[in-house]
């Protein structure tokens, strides 16, 4: 091993490939631009149809209710919602989306509250629809004022104060710091897009220098030098790495920029993001944090980017061994294209919300770095996994690289026909 | 000096089982002249100077090349070797310049060597209003001028031509056969695949014809023609391949 013939084959294949459009692209214009655009329009779609959803007034069909008129009048007089007679075919009216919410109240509703039994009002509507999950939310908030009325009349019937049925209050109080709750909001979502890149990065660069070289017929005249065979796969190895983990470093630092320059509005806009994520249902107002927004450890940070790189090794090694077989681009690309999915399925089971780093999933390559990064982005330091899970992730990338030498000096791989 | 003993190489096909690219091909190329390795495609040229440039490996036999063994010293054999074929290309996103210096620098060269190299170079080929341009911007005879450069940039004592002059046009393929004059000139070993009759008599001191990865015969165009009373090399080649048991393709 030369370093001299590896940092040789390494500057030229560098110079070539800021030279080549499609390197670019992969590489930097892609992490650098269209990730963060995306996760921008994702996050003002997904703000601006909560916002509408907040800001219809949902139309509530009331069933039944004849023999309770008072309860009716309170109905037809509450604010927020426009209270209509139901219609035989309500239940096809919530799925066409022209109902929102369907209220069955009782028969002798008003009579059977007065003799003290317990009348269950239902609510239809459409799970997962989110004009009809705020439809709910307005006739719940309603039916919580009816009944605290009821409760105050009763109390005071019976001569009692009202905070009787009060006896004291409970609110939740936050202690995590806003890197911690970051960490929890988003620490599935960093992971994922940093492995996912580190794949893509290399993939591009992988092709180009291999099965490209083969195809365009540079690969012989570079062979016919007297540079050892493992002195050219480092230097072309070390740019598919370069590929890879440059499409990460830009990835963070343009969301990171994004973030600073354009605050929360990255994400939908500081309000929007809230509500968004309390829409979303993963977290409910009171753990959300008063003041600013979640962040992200820049530890926590530091941290996954020291454990993507064995990974980031063993994606390059693995991009570059498997475009050396193919006979050209296009046939190269049919291999790497289906190893992203192989890729995406235990990355992106980190995400799921209740996936725990354990001894079980600590063994399950990609899923366990995937697991470890989402610690660290929230403060966990837990070094026996991340000791674990790093050397394995060495020993994997080592075995890789090993088989990328080892193919690139095969003559059937090599001058394959 | 360039001397292959009983060359042979084996590829195993799925379909059609072992396949003997080359099969005990011996030869020996003196210093300051040219061998034509003459041969139809598929005949084994290009196995055989691929064997010779440590691009692959003999199944059997060997060969040594400017003092070094093909098999066992395969970094020395190709600082000592120009390899030049159709299929051996240019970095499209370099530029000539580049390209020159990229090989100069694999080579060992040192900067100032590879600068002054490159000026002698681009000279002696008429490469001065292309140095600085990419690649594939260049025109073919432009290209082929670049590729010369590249193979010959380290001033090897040996030099390999595999079907050089393959899809070019008239004027370009003067320029490369006028070089491998120059090679010869200058004392180098040279050997020059083709499957171009008027290529092998305007060029080589000796000529080796193969078929189905055979050596069929070897000697200089005299010595074939005294040899199978014809005067003309394309007679005595299908005489030799029809001898073989194959049609000339």
């Known amino acids: ?417 | 000096m360039i001397e292959a003993r009983q060359l042979t190489k084996t590829f195993r096909d799925k379909k059609r089982g072992e396949i003997h690219g080359a099969l005990d091909v011996s030869f020996r190329v003196e210093p300051g002249t040219i061998y034509g390795l003459l041969g139809a495609n598929g005949a084994g040229k290009t196995t055989t100077l691929r064997m010779l440039a440590t691009l692959l490996r003999p199944t059997r036999g060997t060969a040594v090349v400017a003092g070094h063994d093909v098999a066992a010293e395969p970094d020395r054999v190709r600082a000592r070797v120009g390899f030049l074929a159709a299929s051996t290309a240019l970095y499209a996103r370099l530029t000539a310049r580049e390209m020159i210096g990229y090989f100069g620098r694999l080579n060992g060269m040192t900067d100032a060597a590879i600068r002054a190299r490159t000026g002698e170079l681009a000279e002696r080929l008429g490469m001065g209003e292309f140095l600085d341009r990419r690649c594939d911007q260049l025109s073919t005879g432009m290209k082929q001028k670049t590729s010369i450069a590249r193979t010959i940039v380290h001033d090897p004592p040996v030099m390999i031509f595999d079907e050089p002059t393959l899809g070019l046009d008239v004027m370009t393929a003067r320029t490369v056969v006028g070089f491998v004059r120059e090679c010869r000139a200058a004392g180098k070993t040279v050997i020059y695949s083709t499957h171009v009759m008027s290529e092998v008599e305007k060029l080589c001191d000796v000529i080796g014809v193969i078929h189905g990865g055979r050596l069929l015969a070897e000697g200089s165009l005299s010595e074939l023609r005294a040899r199978h009373g014809l005067t003309d090399l394309e007679d005595i080649f299908v005489r030799l391949v029809e001898g073989a048991g194959g049609a000339a393709k």
């Open chain 1, 1 to 417: 091993m030369n370093w001299r013939n590896i940092t040789t084959v390494y500057l030229k294949e560098l110079k070539d490939s800021l030279r080549d459009r499609r390197t670019l692209i992969s590489v930097i214009v892609v992490p650098t631009v269209v990730m963060p655009l995306m996760f921008l329009i994702f996050g003002k779609v997904t703000a601006s149809s909560v916002a509408k959803a907040r800001e219809d007034v949902p139309t509530v069909a009331l069933i039944g209710g004849g023999d309770s008129p008072e309860v009716l009048r309170r109905f037809r007089e509450a604010k927020g919602m426009r209270v209509v007679e139901a219609k035989s075919d309500w239940r096809d009216a919530i799925a066409a989306k022209t109902l929102r919410v369907a209220v069955d109240i009782p028969d002798r509703f008003a009579a059977r509250l007065e003799a003290g039994e317990v009348p269950a009002v239902r609510i239809y509507h459409y799970q997962g629809e989110l004009k009809s999950e705020n439809g709910v939310r307005v006739v719940e908030r309603f039916l919580a004022e009816l009944r605290e009325d009821t409760v105050a009349r009763r109390l005071a019937a019976a001569g009692l104060p009202k905070v009787a049925a009060r006896p004291f209050e409970f609110r939740r109080e936050n202690v995590a710091p806003p890197e911690k709750v970051g960490g929890n909001l988003f620490g599935g979502l960093v992971p994922y897009l940093i492995i996912l890149l580190c794949f893509t990065g290399a993939m591009y660069p992988a092709m180009d220098l291999t099965a490209g070289e083969k195809e365009r017929g540079t690969m012989e005249t570079l062979l016919c030098s007297p540079v050892p065979r493992v002195d050219l796969v480092l230097g072309k190895f070390l740019m598919v790495l370069t590929g890879s983990v440059s499409a990460m470093v830009f990835m963070l630092i343009s969301t990171a920029a994004s973030i600073l320059i354009g605050g929360a509005a990255l994400l939908g806009g500081g309000a929007g993001t809230r509500s968004a994520i309390v829409a979303s249902g993963a977290i409910r107002p009171p753990e959300l944090p008063a003041g600013p927004l979640p962040i992200i450890d820049p530890l926590g940070i530091v941290g996954v980017m020291a454990m993507v790189v064995p990974v980031a090794v063993l994606f390059a090694a693995l991009a570059f061994t498997v475009s050396l077989f193919a006979k050209s681009q296009k046939e190269a690309q049919s291999y790497l294209g289906p190893m992203i999915v192989l890729v995406i399925l235990p990355t992106s089971l980190g995400v799921l919300p209740g996936m725990e780093l354990t001894a079980g999933t600590a063994l399950v390559p990609l899923l366990n770095l995937s697991l470890v990064c989402k610690e660290m982005l929230s403060g966990v330091w837990n070094w026996s996994y991340i000791g674990m899970i790093f050397g394995s992730s060495c020993v994997y990338a080592g075995f890789a690289l090993w088989l990328a030498v080892r193919m690139f000096g095969r003559e059937e791989v090599m001058f394959r026909t």
